[in-house]
């Protein structure tokens, strides 16, 4: 997978170096690839100079800002072998995800579950976007620090989940009861809808609770990045809570 532009590269370089296979920079020297050269040689990276026309071709008329990284190809996740890792965890998340299509929002929810330390995130082989470099690119390296799976039927594989004492909660406006009303201190499965049909029907039924974040008046939704996030921070709390010793 290819990686371009100034941003993106740094934070690859920061966050995943270990995926970094090669760095291709522009031959004229560019102050703002300063810190590229840096994190290259803190990592013990190669990098090799070249002309700005192939450049342009990797990126394919992309802006790549005089940068392109290779990284190692993304591989998939099998849902049997994540469970059979986490049987004995009291707690554990899986984030479950409803055809969302957009590549900077899976990379940014990606982001949020590698921050909130998600054991893994369960995306559709279809009508879904993949871990491609756009996704990796808004997922600042980290998409590679998250098991993801692709699965074939979400509704199946939520029940599949629920069989193996996940409980499924649903980020849903429709009703639902106030995200922080709700004890989580569980295995959770929280399933997230797309971008334009949010969760479809099938896959609500298969949930255990119906959970929407108490926004403000005149409000009426977030996208799915930031739900995600607000949704994971407070699955972080209740865990830190539940788990921190009790003061006599």
């Known amino acids: 997978m290819l990686i371009y ?47 700005p ?72 082989k279809d009508r879904a976007v993949a871990v491609t470099p756009a996704v990796i690119r808004a997922s600042a390296g980290l998409a590679y620090s998250v098991a993801v799976a692709r699965v074939t039927n979400v509704a199946r594989s939520l029940q599949t989940l629920r069989e193996h004492n996940f409980w499924a909660v649903a980020a849903t406006a429709e009703g639902a009861t106030d995200l922080w009303d709700i004890d989580l201190d569980m ?18 039924e298969n949930c255990d609770f119906r959970a929407r974040i108490p926004m403000a008046q005149g409000v009426e939704s977030l996208n799915v990045a930031s739900a995600a996030s607000i949704f994971l921070y407070e699955l972080r709390r209740q865990w830190h809570k539940a788990a921190a010793p009790k003061v006599e």
Request: a neutral charge; hydrophobic letters at 50%; one cysteine or more.
């Open 53 to 124: 026309a192939a450049l342009d071709a990797l990126a394919e008329g992309g802006n790549h800002q005089g940068v392109v990284l290779e990284t190692a190809p993304f591989n998939y996740a099998h849902l049997d072998e994540l469970l059979a890792k986490l049987a004995d965890k009291p707690r554990a998340c899986f984030v479950v995800l409803e055809q969302v299509q957009d590549p900077g929002n899976l990379g940014a929810i990606l982001r949020s579950a590698a921050a909130m330390g998600v054991d893994a995130v369960l995306i559709p």
């Open 187 to 204: 295995r959770v499965a929280l399933v997230l809808g797309g971008e334009h049909g949010g969760i479809r029907r099938l896959v609500a």
């Open 5 to 51: 532009g100034v941003h993106p590269c740094e934070e690859m370089l920061q966050n995943r170096p270990d995926r970094v296979l090669a760095i291709q920079i522009a031959r004229a020297d560019s102050p703002n690839l300063a810190k590229i050269r840096e994190l290259a040689a803190r990592h013990a990276k190669v990098i090799t100079r070249v002309e």
